[in-house]
């Protein structure tokens, strides 16, 4: 893992000219150009809000600002892994050049997705202020959130970009899983909607469900995460940034060949 993150930082300028072209070229042509930064997380909060607020009501109070403060690290995680499988598969005329990195690939895609979800967050804060719902001094949390999902999106997306490589139906895989994942993770609906008997297995079985409770209780409900879960979350980012490293630098002779 010291020598992946050593090169991301010494190639550092590559993965901040991937990024760029990235954001540049996502909107590109379209009316609102990067405005839709913005519109795609709020149009898509608004679907929900819609149908869980008047055909399926939900007797939450503030639900849209509960429903959007965990949805905003869903669509940065999701997002991330869908386009981060297959990130080398994709990126033959990279990948075939002399010395490039091919850890940066997967990096960037996290960087993209997560400068993103950055720029969302301001939207959040203003639901919130409308809401009702003043945020608290607990917000200053966020950042050690954003890097335990950080590293646990990295993590998968060493692990799955090179087995998909080998493997090209796994991108179609992840990408079904991810939709049972959404369903499964507490962002629809509150935690304690979970029988008692599953909700400890929901939580430390689904880092995520981890990771957006927490959110949820910073910016939602004006309190700090839960400590158990998050800290077996981020542990379990490490070891499994450590161990993707690991897999993924055992590879990287070989993925130029395969792709």
Same mark, same amino acid.
């Given at each position: 893992?010291?020598? !992946?993150?050593?090169?991301?930082?010494?190639?550092?300028?590559?993965?901040?000219?991937?990024?760029?072209?990235?954001? /540049?070229?996502?909107?590109? #042509?379209?009316?609102? /150009? %990067?405005?839709?930064?913005?519109?795609?997380?709020?149009?898509?909060?608004?679907?929900?809000?819609?149908?869980?607020?008047?055909?399926?009501?939900?007797?939450?109070?503030?639900?849209?600002?509960?429903?959007?403060? #965990?949805?905003?690290?869903?669509?940065?995680?999701?997002?991330?892994?869908? /386009? #981060?499988?297959?990130?080398?598969?994709?990126?033959?005329?990279?990948?075939?050049?002399?010395?490039?990195?091919?850890?940066?690939?997967?990096?960037?895609?996290?960087?993209?997705? #997560?400068? !993103?979800?950055?720029?969302?967050?301001?939207?959040?804060?203003?639901?919130?202020?409308?809401?009702?719902?003043?945020?608290?001094?607990?917000?200053?949390?966020?950042?050690?959130?954003?890097?335990?999902?950080?590293?646990?999106?990295?993590?998968?997306?060493? %692990?799955?970009?090179?087995?998909?490589?080998?493997?090209?139906?796994?991108?179609?895989?992840?990408?079904?899983?991810?939709?049972? &994942?959404?369903?499964?993770?507490?962002?629809?609906?509150?935690?304690?909607?979970?029988?008692?008997?599953?909700?400890?297995?929901?939580?430390?079985? !689904?880092?995520?469900?981890?990771?957006?409770?927490?959110?949820?209780?910073?910016?939602?409900?004006?309190?700090?995460?839960?400590? /158990?879960?998050? &800290?077996?979350? &981020?542990?379990?980012?490490?070891?499994?940034?450590?161990?993707?490293?690991?897999?993924?630098?055992?590879?990287?002779?070989?993925?130029?060949?395969?792709?």
């Amino acid at each position: 893992m010291i020598r !992946n993150l050593r090169e991301l930082y010494q190639y550092r300028a590559l993965l901040w000219s991937l990024t760029s072209r990235e954001l /540049g070229a996502r909107y590109r #042509g379209s009316v609102l /150009g %990067f405005l839709w930064t913005f519109l795609n997380p709020a149009l898509l909060m608004a679907v929900y809000a819609v149908v869980f607020s008047v055909y399926m009501r939900q007797r939450l109070e503030h639900y849209t600002l509960f429903m959007f403060v #965990g949805l905003l690290p869903w669509v940065w995680f999701s997002s991330s892994i869908a /386009g #981060g499988a297959s990130t080398l598969s994709d990126r033959r005329d990279l990948l075939t050049k002399v010395r490039f990195p091919p850890q940066v690939l997967p990096a960037h895609v996290v960087l993209t997705n #997560g400068i !993103n979800f950055l720029l969302s967050l301001p939207l959040m804060f203003v639901l919130s202020l409308a809401s009702g719902v003043v945020p608290t001094w607990h917000v200053v949390v966020v950042p050690v959130l954003v890097a335990i999902q950080t590293a646990f999106t990295l993590a998968l997306i060493y %692990f799955i970009s090179a087995l998909n490589v080998t493997f090209r139906d796994l991108q179609h895989i992840v990408s079904n899983l991810l939709t049972l &994942a959404f369903f499964l993770t507490p962002i629809l609906y509150p935690l304690d909607v979970i029988p008692e008997q599953y909700r400890t297995m929901a939580v430390y079985a !689904n880092p995520m469900a981890a990771i957006a409770t927490s959110y949820q209780r910073v910016v939602y409900e004006h309190r700090l995460p839960d400590p /158990g879960p998050l &800290a077996f979350c &981020a542990a379990l980012s490490v070891v499994l940034l450590l161990a993707a490293s690991a897999y993924f630098s055992s590879r990287r002779e070989e993925l130029a060949e395969l792709v």
